[in-house]
């Protein structure tokens, strides 16, 4: 009888840019204050990419970390696939890039966009393809330059955003590493519209007027999306737990998407786990899109004290409205 694969996480690799541009920075670019930003959103700080350092940078050196944790060549990847809404350019895909830069060169490539809920996505593709037998190793990459669509002048979505990477390798070998036991992934287009990038596809190609009216930046109604964000983050955790007889005290870590701290107290608070069990990274890097769990994944195994056994509950939501949650076994 054929033995049934679970997929593993093999290895786990991060990469943040080095300028930090802190509260009191934005200070003196848009008319905000340290304490409104840390009361309304956690944030502290955040990294931001040189303009010569692209979503392809970031992501291959995370690429690079996370084969190295795993003992790998880069030539033993089968496939690269990268989470991302800020792509070098929207073809070829960033991950074709980052396979020439880090030498993959037995790999096949593509983008997926789900935006913040791309890491997750990406996990589930690539569990998915290992346990069916079509492939053995998968460099899984969340990685995303915010700065390089964020209106500078909008205290409104300014100070949310920051830049960076996070990378996994996935495989079947049933190494005994960390598991990925369950995947879910869910969307509620009814109101696409509340966040969004508008220019530069087929509806709004670049040009003079699309620069001038500022499409080429993300906009958000960040009320209504906090609200939404609440709804889909409990949604992904509950419809997860639910469909494989999980309990809460099951959990040992909360690794939720960083958007807002409360945000993340009030999905928390609604799936019942204590805050000493949730992971937090928005203080120092913002909201990094489908990057925040990647990076946060990679925190959690390389500091957590976790245990064989313990499960690791990742929930993220992002434009779309798009969301999901993976259940991980140490
Ligand atoms: O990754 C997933 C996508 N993103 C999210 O999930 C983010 C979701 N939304 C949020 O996190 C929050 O809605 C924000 C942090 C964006 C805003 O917090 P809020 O408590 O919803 O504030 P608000 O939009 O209701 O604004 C309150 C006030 C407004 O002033 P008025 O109209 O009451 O006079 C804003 O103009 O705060 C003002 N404001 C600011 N003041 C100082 C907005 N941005 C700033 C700012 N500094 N940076």
Not at 17 to 43: A, C, F, H, Q, Y
Not at 67 to 73: F, I
Not at 218 to 225: F, I, Q, R, Y
Request: glycine share 8%; proline share 2%; with cysteine.
């Amino acid at each position: 009888m054929e033995k049934k694969i679970t997929a593993s996480i093999i290895g786990t690799g991060s990469y943040l840019p080095s300028k930090v541009l802190t509260n009191k920075d934005l200070e003196s670019m848009v008319d905000t204050s340290d304490e409104w930003i840390t009361t309304r959103t956690g944030i502290k700080e955040r990294r931001i990419a040189e303009d010569d350092e692209y979503t392809s940078d970031l992501g291959a050196k995370a690429a690079v970390r996370a084969l190295s944790s795993a003992g790998k060549k880069p030539s033993s990847v089968d496939l690269i696939i990268v989470a991302t809404i800020t792509p070098d350019m929207l073809f070829p895909s960033t991950a074709c890039f980052i396979q020439d830069k880090i030498g993959a060169k037995n790999a096949a490539c593509f983008d997926i966009n789900a935006a913040c809920s791309g890491y997750i996505y990406a996990v589930e593709i690539a569990k998915r393809l290992v346990e069916a037998g079509s492939h053995d190793t998968i460099l899984v990459i969340a990685s995303e330059k915010l700065s390089s669509i964020t209106d500078w002048t909008d205290r409104n979505t300014c100070v949310l955003f920051g830049d960076g990477a996070g990378a996994c390798v996935i495989s079947g070998e049933n190494s005994g590493k960390p598991r990925v036991l369950y995947t879910y992934t869910g969307a509620d287009s009814s109101a696409a519209e509340l966040l969004m990038m508008p220019g530069g596809g087929t509806r709004f190609p670049a040009s003079i007027q699309t620069v001038e009216n500022k499409l080429h930046f993300l906009k958000m109604a960040g009320k209504e999306v906090f609200k939404n964000a609440v709804l889909c983050m409990y949604k992904a955790s509950e419809k997860i737990m639910k469909k494989y007889n999980i309990s809460i005290d099951e959990i040992k870590c909360f690794l939720p998407h960083q958007a807002n701290v409360r945000i993340i107290d009030a999905v928390a608070r609604k799936i019942g786990i204590e805050r000493e069990k949730v992971y937090l990274n928005v203080q120092k890097f913002g909201n990094m899109s489908a990057a925040t769990v990647a990076v946060g994944l990679d925190e959690v195994f390389k500091e957590w004290d976790l245990k064989s056994g313990d499960k690791i509950l990742v929930d993220a939501f992002g434009a779309g409205f798009t969301f999901g949650s993976l259940v991980i076994e140490w």
